[in-house]
């Protein structure tokens, strides 16, 4: 089954590097997948699937954890719905 992969990341943020990280992730897994990535509001990075938002990191301020998007689509490659993720990526956060 054909997947659509839309990102809306913002460039002046520079996320347009983890859009690309991704899509890298996206075509190891799946590679008839189509991804697209345009750059769009201040602080967004925003995944759709077949038209269906997935995760937001306007809503999380977060970016996905992007081997569970990755999975996911595998899934929605075999037939599977379209699920939304809630994995976020690992934050290194250092206290002073």
């Not at 859009?19 to 190891?28: S, V």
């Given at each position: 089954?054909?997947?659509?992969?839309?990102?809306?990341?913002?460039?002046?943020?520079?996320?347009?590097?983890?859009?690309?990280?991704?899509?890298?992730?996206?075509?190891?897994?799946?590679?008839?997948?189509?991804?697209a990535g345009t750059a769009g509001r201040q602080a967004s990075f925003e995944v759709q699937v077949n038209d269906?938002?997935?995760?937001?990191?306007?809503?999380?301020?977060?970016?996905?954890?992007?081997?569970?998007?990755?999975?996911?689509?595998?899934?929605?490659?075999?037939?599977?719905?379209?699920?939304?993720?809630?994995?976020?990526?690992?934050?290194?956060?250092?206290?002073?």
């Open positions: 089954m054909d997947v659509k992969v839309d990102v809306e990341y913002c460039g002046s943020c520079g996320h347009q590097k983890q859009f690309f990280q991704l899509a890298e992730e996206i075509k190891k897994n799946v590679p008839n997948a189509t991804v269906e938002l997935v995760y937001s990191k306007l809503q999380t301020l977060a970016f996905p954890d992007f081997v569970a998007v990755a999975d996911m689509i595998k899934d929605v490659s075999t037939g599977k719905p379209v699920k939304k993720i809630d994995q976020q990526q690992a934050v290194d956060c250092i206290l002073l």
